[in-house]
């Protein structure tokens, strides 16, 4: 049976369970406050990186749009990736970023340069931009006479939307090996991959005339 109690019992009783338990149940309102508080704090925080990260980038890509950069200003392009990089490294920004230095590198003559930007790169969880490293890494590693080693990236597992890309790397790599036709086939590929896909890809059918031309002065 539930023991009835008066009025003046259960004040006493609620005065001794606030005196055990109040101080608890305050620092807990407290916590869950500064959590919200906090989390919502951390979300700005984010947020506002992000937009810094973004008007970083733009100016990097305004930097570096148009005309071929002299030495200067490659140099000064390519500072302002590694502080990119540094102040907001796991942004998609910087990792765009990144890609971008690979190029600012060749355009320097620095294939190590390239390769170091395209493998921080290819560290990326977003598969889109792991798969333009591995497909750059590809061409940095034909432009260094290792056609072998551009034929391994290639297997990587590149997003469906770059298949007439790589198709298209992996062509050339076979013709730096000498099999014109493993090329051939490979180019063919990424014609109709680019078809299918809808995707514009320049000088494919170039090579392939090309490829033919050599073939009828033999």
Do not use: C
Not at 182 to 199: G, K, N
Request: charged content about 25%; glycine content about 6%.
């Amino acid at each position: 049976m539930v023991e009835l109690r008066s009025e003046e019992e259960q004040l006493d009783a609620v005065k001794r369970w606030w005196k055990e338990n109040g101080m608890s149940l305050i620092a807990g309102a407290v916590l869950a406050a500064a959590g919200v508080f906090g989390w919502n704090a951390w979300q700005n925080y984010q947020q506002g990186q992000a937009e810094a990260a973004s008007m970083r980038y733009q100016q990097l890509v305004n930097m570096t749009a148009g005309n071929e950069l002299d030495e200067e200003q490659l140099a000064s392009a390519r500072e302002m990736v590694s502080e990119l990089t540094d102040e907001h490294g796991k942004t998609l920004y910087a990792e765009l970023a990144l890609l971008l230095d690979a190029r600012l590198a060749v355009q320097q003559g620095n294939l190590e340069g390239a390769r170091t930007a395209l493998e921080n790169a290819a560290n990326s969880s977003r598969r889109y931009v792991q798969s333009l490293a591995w497909l750059r890494l590809a061409r940095v590693e034909l432009a260094d006479g290792n056609p072998t080693q551009a034929l391994a990236l290639l297997d990587e597992p590149i997003s469906d939307a770059l298949a007439a890309q790589r198709a298209n790397v992996r062509g050339d790599a076979f013709f730096a090996q000498g099999d014109t036709e493993a090329a051939r086939e490979a180019w063919e590929t990424a014609l109709q991959l680019a078809q299918t896909q809808d995707q514009p890809l320049y000088g494919v059918q170039f090579k392939l005339d090309d490829l033919g031309a050599e073939e009828a002065t033999q």
